[in-house]
């Protein structure tokens, strides 16, 4: 397994503005979950997808989010016109489909509003 | 709702001490239990886990019971090294659901030579 890896690691932007976030989980993971951490938090789920299909979303994500996998494989996380709260760390995990209580963490992506 | 609560940190020790970190969760239904390991500058990782009331999950010296009349998650280890110094996250999981993680806020564990 390569692991799960997530670009860019870091961004910072302006408030208002619009990011974009990649997943690319590992080969053959079926489910794809993203997080939020907040500094001094553990995660918090964010959205779940099932191959192509999200089947799960949190009340955190707020209609400026919208994720994607598109074609079952990478997922992209976009926020739109950011504002300061948003700030923290974007955490992708993928689990296989026999072992769907495992799930493999990425690096994450930390961002920055100011 | 499903919650995890662990004991807050940091927790100092010094090296080959005892180390017990704990976690008690509220769930709705049979959850199963994890402990993430989030070392500095690094991704989380799965330590161990258990799926069923009285299961032990156990890896690199630590271990952990599941106590459903408690319900209680401990984590422990006999004897801590400085390369035990990280952020220890307990979750968990509902059985009946989509597998979405439910954490705790993490503690974080310091050993000290």
């Known amino acids: 397994d390569t692991g799960v890896s997530q670009n860019p690691r870091h961004k910072i932007t302006k408030r208002g503005q619009n990011v974009t976030f990649r997943c690319d989980p590992i080969?053959?993971?079926?489910?794809l979950y993203w997080y939020r951490q907040t500094l001094g938090q553990g995660p918090e789920f964010l959205t779940y997808?099932?191959?192509?299909?999200?089947?799960?979303k949190s009340r955190l994500l707020s209609d400026r989010f919208s994720a994607e996998r598109p074609k079952g494989s990478f997922s992209t996380l976009e926020i739109q016109r950011t504002e300061q709260g948003d700030s923290a760390m974007y955490l992708c995990?993928?689990?296989?489909?026999?072992?769907?209580?495992?799930?493999?963490f990425g690096p994450g992506t930390r961002l920055t509003v100011l | 709702g499903d919650s995890v609560t662990q004991m807050e940190g940091p927790v100092t020790l010094s090296e080959e001490a005892f180390l017990t970190i704990n976690c008690t969760y509220t769930?709705?239904?049979?959850?199963?239990l994890f402990w993430y390991v989030q070392y500095p500058g690094e991704g989380l990782q799965l330590l161990l886990k258990?799926?069923?009331?009285?299961d032990k999950g156990s890896n690199k010296g630590f271990e952990a019971t599941y106590r459903k009349e408690t319900t209680s998650f401990h984590l422990e280890k006999g004897s801590v090294q400085v390369s035990d110094s990280a952020v220890y996250f307990c979750?968990?999981?509902?059985?009946?659901?989509?597998?979405?993680?439910?954490f705790g806020k993490g503690t974080m564990l310091l050993v000290s030579p």
């Open positions: 995990a993928s689990s296989p489909k026999t072992r769907p209580d495992t799930q493999y």
């Open positions: 080969s053959e993971h079926n489910r």
């Open positions: 997808f099932q191959n192509e299909a999200q089947l799960e």
């Open positions: 769930a709705t239904g049979y959850p199963s």
């Open positions: 258990a799926t069923k009331a009285d």
């Open positions: 979750a968990l999981t509902l059985n009946s659901g989509y597998s979405t993680l439910t």
